[in-house]
Structures are given as structure tokens and as C-alpha cells.
């Protein structure tokens, strides 16, 4: 390396490192905060280390909101709707990417067209639908409407095109496999690290979701993590590190998840931001 | 299996084993079968609400007692209610002092990350971690930094000897504070792309930038922007959508209303104010209407703008080049 390819190269990563500390302070911030009593956050100058009151706040938090039910409901809500995702979306995929049937391209068409409808559209008689059906305050209003995704059905189509070889299943075919068999056996199989991208992808947006269920969830005990989560605020408002705890533990799951999907999760998203 | 030495000469000829219209009427059934929970889904909660919604904004309906046709009177109201004009221009303001920045710093970031450096990895993961979090969570937190009296903000701004900011309070402070997570939020997910984009440009462009001499702001200017022309444009479509929907970060931060003189209240926030505070679902399902519009006209303004600069920068290299 030449001097000034090293001066260069230092630049480069000194610029980066202060992108990646700004990203990362808030959660230092936010740790900080669970980490004191909320006296000591707002004396001046602010202290940057750690203090001593976690446990005490975490344990405020359980007294304030029914902290493992709404975890538990975020994670039913969560976790139901992945399954139910993967499962409609790539049934669809591989019907799209790998066989013929009148009227395909059109339908596909009007998928693709779907993207264009912002949600809020169709949110108020939504509710008002929602209130038809009994559903108001239901679990089933939170996972039912966005239990298959036109963008997971694009996604897996487009991978599937290329994953799954046309021999392959023109073998099954000849075994005497059905469409379900050659999905099961042969498609899911295949589609793996696509199914991984999509599934992540999905638990985390509907972990994050706020506007429905705040609209839908109407009792308290009922609430998802992040309802629950705006109330400790909308409430303690001034009990800053105890609302940095429940924050805190509400972000580590997440996290985790994230962690352990990073690198395929990263390769895929900018992939299909490409091929859009 | 043991049908395989059997099998095996027919993989040749492509039809399948049994090509009767039987089988095929059957794959044909599993087939339409397989597709239909999105079509049904979206029948039910996608474009039943949409035709609903266009029936509900002529009416006045309190979403209990009957509704009350108004015709256009509704529409009427919605374009001489100032209100509705307020949060349009804050919902726009916002997304300018946001975007701009975010999308700008994102560019700068993929171009650095995108120089032959060690632990391209991390760095990508550290850059995402922001658009993975809970936006609940997140601007808890940034309330926490930009509040009045004692957030982190203005303890720096003391510390550095600038006069405190309000910024829960004053109007423009209120958009940057809200401005503010949302560029946090998505600069590394735009950042992301943009390098995805990047690394499809062929190296030699680099290369004989690099012969000729060029600075890094040359080939930033003359190679980088000018390709990545078609990426550009997806981030700036999909971040007006995003922009022009804004509500989380308003209403945990500010409540319903916006904060003071509604400084902070986007169509969204409003439109949520309306139906689901105030009941009044008629006007609910028109704001709905009016901001899908809006999100149309911008889409369209913005197709054309980075269309439009992007031919004429074309042009000037093809220019150059011969």
C-alpha cells in the first residue's frame, strides 16, 4: 500500500466508524437510561456510563402493563402470521414460477399491481369490517389480513424461477408426484434460504407494527408489545428509565432475531431491491 | 422406485407419465387452489375496503348509529378545511427535511462502503441495526434526547455554548426532532441499496477513472450518481410513499394532535384523529382518498424529476465520449 492509499483507506473507515457509532448511540442511550433512576438521567452534565438501577426498573416495568401477556400476544401475532406467510406465498410462487395455466400472466399482473395501495387506503372500513365480523379486539384481526403478501409471493417467484430446475421436477412428475408432493418435497426444500429472508423479513414487520393494532386492540389486557409499550410512555411519562427499560426489553428480541439472520437477510434485501 | 428402469427412457419425451385430460384438470384445480388464498385475502381486506371506502366518504357515518348521505359536501369540506391544507404542508416539509439528507448521506455511505476496505460485513449489519428496531421503541428514546428541558440534545448544545432549543414545542423543531428518526431510521437501509446498485457497475469505469487521474469527488459526481440513476429513483418513490404515510414517529412523540398548534401532525396522524379518536369515519375514509392522491401526484412529480435529470446527465457522457 502507498501512503496515500493508506490515508485513503484510514478516511474511509474513520467516516464509516462515525456512521456506525451514531447508528448505534440511541440503544447505548436507551441502555444507559434503564440503567439509572430517573432523577440521575436528568442532571446535568449527563452521566455516559452505566448505573446500578436495571433490575429495580425492569421489575417497574412488570408492575406497570402486563409486560409477558402483550409479549406473548406480539409473538402469537408474529409468529402465526410467518407461518402463514411462508406457507400461502410460496404456494403461490411455485405455482407462478413453474407452471402453466390460463390466465397466469394477468393475475400475476394484478399482484404486482397490489404493491401500489398504500395501506391506509383501506384502513378505516377495514375497522369497519373488522367490527362486522366480531373481530374487533381478536388476535385474528391482527394476523387474518396480512396472512399471504403480494411482495413475499414476488419475491419467492423470482427466486424460485432460478432454484428450482424444470428436470428435477419433470422427475417427480414421472414418479407420480401431484402438485402438493412436488411442492413439499421438492420446492420447500429449494426455496430455503429464500423461505429464511421472506420469514424474518415478515416476524419483524409484524413484531413492529403499530397503527392496526392500536386501532383493533381495544381492551388493555389484550395489547401487542408495542401498544403496550406507547402506554407505559403515554402514562410514566416522566419515569424515563423505567420507560427505557420496558423499551430495552422489547428490542432485545428483535435484535436476536436479526442477529442470527444478518448476513442472508442483508444479501437478499438488496438483491430484490435490485431486481424491483 | 423400482418403476425407475421403466421411468428412466421416457424422461426423453417430455409430456408427462399419464397425459390424460383427467390429470390435468386436476393439476389445473391445484393449481388455481395454491394461488387463491392471496386473491381471496385481497378480495375480502383489500379491495372490498377500497370500493367501501369511496362509498363511506359520502357519507357521515360515526361508525354506530346510520350513515348519512353528503355527497360531495364531504370533499367540500375537506378542500376548504384548513386543517387538512396544515397537515399536508407538514407531512410535505417533513418529508423534504428528511429525505433529502437521508438519501444523500445514504449515497455517501454506500460509496465509502463500497471502496475495498475490511469488514464490509459489519459494517453493513451496524448500518441495519437501525431499521430492524421498533419504531415504538426508538422514538421513545429520541423523545428522551430531544426533550425540552434535560434531553442529551441541549445538553450538548449548553456544553458547546448555543442557547437550548425547544424542541418538543416550537414548529420547526418539531419537524427536525421528527425528521431526525427517520433519518436514522432508513439512511442505512437506503445506504444498503444503494450499495447493492454500486456493486453492478463494471469495474473497468473505476479502473480508467483511476488512469485519468480523477479525485473521489470526480468519480462520486461523474461515475457513481449518474449510474446508480435507476436506484435513486426506487429509493426517492419508495421513501415518498413512506414519507407521505408518516405516523408512528408524530404520535409517540407528539400525541394525537401534533403537539402545540398541531406543528407535528401529518395526514396521517390527522386522518387517524378524525376516524378513530373522533369518530367521524366519513371524513376518515375521504382524508384516506385525498392522501392516496397526494401520494400518486408525488410519485409521478418524482418519476419525472429523477427521469428527467438523469436523461440529460446521460446525454452530456455519451456527449463527452465520443
Not at chain 2, 428522551?144 to 449548553?158: C, D, K, P, T
Request: glycine share 8%; hydrophobic share 55%.
Amino acid at each position: 500500500m502507498t501512503t496515500g492509499e493508506r490515508v485513503k483507506s484510514t478516511v474511509t473507515h474513520l467516516l464509516l466508524i462515525f456512521g456506525v457509532l451514531l447508528s448505534i448511540f440511541p440503544f447505548y442511550w436507551m441502555f444507559l437510561m434503564a440503567t439509572r433512576t430517573t432523577p440521575e438521567i436528568f442532571r446535568y452534565p449527563p452521566a455516559l456510563v452505566p448505573g446500578s438501577h436495571l433490575l429495580e426498573n425492569i421489575r417497574n416495568v412488570f408492575a406497570s402493563i402486563d409486560f409477558w401477556g402483550s409479549t406473548w400476544n406480539s409473538f402469537l401475532v408474529a409468529g402465526i402470521t410467518t407461518v402463514l406467510v411462508l406457507f400461502f406465498s410460496s404456494l403461490a410462487a411455485f405455482a407462478f414460477a413453474k407452471f402453466d395455466f390460463p390466465g397466469k400472466n394477468v393475475l400475476f399482473i394484478f399482484l404486482l399491481a397490489t404493491f401500489m395501495v398504500p395501506g391506509q387506503l383501506s384502513i378505516v372500513p377495514q375497522f369497519a369490517i373488522m367490527a362486522q365480523l366480531g373481530w374487533v379486539g381478536t388476535l385474528q384481526a391482527l394476523i387474518i389480513p396480512g396472512a399471504v403478501s403480494a411482495f413475499g409471493i414476488f419475491l419467492l417467484r423470482q427466486y424460485a424461477e432460478g432454484a428450482i430446475s424444470s428436470e428435477l421436477l419433470d422427475a417427480a412428475r414421472i414418479d407420480g408426484c401431484g402438485f402438493l408432493r412436488q411442492y413439499w418435497n421438492v420446492a420447500v426444500p429449494l426455496l430455503r434460504p429464500a423461505l429464511a429472508f421472506l420469514g424474518i423479513f415478515t416476524f419483524i414487520g409484524q413484531w413492529n407494527d403499530y397503527l392496526w393494532p392500536l386501532i383493533i386492540m381495544i381492551n388493555p389486557e389484550q395489547l401487542t408489545l408495542q401498544v403496550a409499550l406507547s402506554q407505559l410512555f403515554g402514562v410514566y411519562a416522566t419515569d424515563f428509565s423505567m420507560v427505557m427499560a420496558g423499551t430495552l426489553l422489547a428490542v432485545i428480541p428483535l435484535l436476536i432475531v436479526f442477529f442470527i439472520g444478518a448476513r442472508q437477510f442483508l444479501a437478499d434485501l438488496a438483491a430484490g431491491a435490485l431486481k424491483q | 422406485m423400482t418403476t425407475t428402469p421403466i421411468a428412466a427412457p421416457e424422461k426423453a419425451t417430455p409430456p408427462p407419465a399419464t397425459p390424460t385430460k383427467i390429470s390435468r384438470r386436476r393439476e389445473l384445480l391445484s393449481l388455481y387452489l395454491a394461488i387463491s388464498p392471496f386473491y381471496i385475502l385481497f378480495a375480502i381486506f383489500g379491495v372490498f375496503p377500497i370500493v367501501f371506502s369511496i362509498y363511506l366518504s359520502f357519507q357521515n357515518w360515526d361508525g354506530i348509529g346510520d350513515m348519512q348521505f353528503v355527497g360531495f359536501a364531504q370533499y367540500q369540506f375537506l378542500l376548504s378545511d384548513p386543517q387538512f391544507w396544515k397537515v399536508l404542508l407538514n407531512t410535505f416539509q417533513i418529508w423534504i427535511i428528511s429525505t433529502i439528507p437521508m438519501l444523500a448521506i445514504a449515497l455517501v455511505v454506500a460509496f465509502l462502503l463500497n471502496q475495498q476496505i475490511r469488514a464490509k460485513g459489519s459494517y453493513r449489519i451496524a448500518y441495519f441495526i437501525p431499521n430492524v428496531t421498533s419504531i415504538v421503541a426508538i422514538t421513545l428514546i429520541f423523545g428522551s434526547i430531544f426533550s425540552n428541558q434535560f434531553g442529551l440534545v441541549n445538553a450538548f448544545l449548553e456544553w458547546i455554548g448555543v442557547e437550548p432549543v425547544q424542541w418538543l414545542t416550537e414548529p420547526w423543531p418539531i419537524k427536525i426532532a421528527v425528521a431526525a428518526i427517520v433519518i436514522w431510521r432508513w439512511m442505512g437501509y437506503n445506504a444498503l441499496i444503494y450499495l447493492a446498485g454500486l456493486q453492478a457497475i463494471p469495474n473497468d469505469l473505476y479502473d480508467a477513472a483511476r488512469v485519468d487521474g480523477a479525485s473521489w469527488v470526480q468519480v462520486f459526481f461523474r461515475i457513481t450518481v449518474p449510474m446508480l440513476r435507476p436506484i435513486i429513483l426506487f429509493t426517492v418513490i419508495t421513501s415518498t410513499i413512506g414519507g407521505l404515510q408518516l405516523f408512528t414517529e408524530p404520535q409517540l412523540l407528539l400525541g394525537n394532535a401534533g403537539g402545540p398548534g398541531s406543528e407535528g401532525q401529518t395526514i396521517s396522524l390527522y386522518l387517524y384523529q378524525q376516524a378513530f379518536t373522533l369518530n367521524d369515519f366519513g371524513y376518515g375514509a375521504a382524508l384516506s382518498w385525498a392522501m392516496f392522491i397526494v401520494i400518486i401526484l408525488f410519485s409521478i412529480i418524482n418519476w419525472r424529476l429523477v427521469q428527467g435529470t438523469g436523461t440529460r446527465g446521460l446525454r452530456i457522457r455519451r456527449g463527452a465520449r465520443s
